[in-house]
């Protein structure tokens, strides 16, 4: 039963350096997203998706990358890392419903990044 | 396009006397809403949502909101807070249109006072 899985959950990385933060889920949902959380800001969208082979970007999408090859992954990328990217950040997963009763959001347990 | 606006960023209660958190939201679709609570240094936990059933929900641990369209509220309340109840609570909207986001609010911290 392990919902939605994110890896690693602490990272340090120097300025300019590249990372990917893995997402997967096991609940055949269609619609996942990534966010990230900065004190006194709520969590911010950064880039989602609405099923394989489709992504899109949110409200900070600037610094990041996505990619869908698969219903279950949904890894994040940071091309050249800056110190505006410390922060915590969010994979969620949801059923996708084109009508009424949409399902709400499962998250992992967040990945804590630091850029020195 | 639909937003969230949380009335109090903190709150503060004594233990065991009422938890009232406001939430109002903003839709062009019938939306969907939720609630949902992150303690210190931990992941978002769905506390209830709401989706075109019934407007008033019950939740985990006692908390419950009341969907008002007329007011486009979602408060969420709890008869007797508990020390454990404290952390931040985030208000969350989804427009029931497919393709759409969940927007969050910005949140209110509760504390609960001995």
């Known amino acids: 039963n392990a919902g939605v899985t994110q890896t690693p959950k602490f990272q340090v990385l120097k300025t300019g350096q590249s990372m990917t933060l893995q997402c997967a889920q096991d609940m055949n949902h269609e619609y996942m997203s990534w966010y990230r959380q900065d004190p006194g800001m709520g969590l911010r969208l950064i880039h989602y998706s609405v099923g394989a082979g489709i992504t899109d970007q949110g409200e900070v999408p600037n610094g990041y990358n996505v990619s869908r090859s698969t219903t279950e992954d949904f890894p994040l990328r940071l091309l050249s890392a800056a110190p505006s990217q410390t922060s915590v950040y969010f994979c969620?997963?949801?059923?996708?419903?084109?009508?009424?009763?949409?399902?709400?959001?499962?998250f992992g347990e967040g990945s804590r990044l630091t850029v020195l | 396009a639909q937003s969230v606006t949380q009335l109090d960023s903190h709150v503060s209660v004594s233990e065991g006397t009422p938890v009232l958190l406001r939430c109002n939201y903003s839709?062009?679709?019938?939306?969907?809403l939720f609630w949902y609570v992150q303690h210190p240094n931990k992941g978002l936990q769905l506390l209830l949502k709401?989706?075109?059933?019934?407007?008033l929900v019950k939740g985990i641990n006692g908390f419950e909101a009341e969907f008002k369209k007329s007011e486009t509220s979602f408060h969420l309340t709890k008869p007797s807070a508990h020390m454990s109840d404290a952390a931040e609570y985030f208000c969350v909207v989804r427009e029931n249109n497919y393709g759409q986001n969940f927007v969050f609010g910005p949140g209110t911290r509760l504390s609960v006072l001995p």
């Open positions: 709401y989706t075109s059933a019934a407007t």
């Open positions: 969620a997963s949801s059923y996708s419903s084109s009508g009424a009763n949409t399902g709400e959001l499962f």
């Open positions: 839709s062009s679709y019938s939306p969907s």
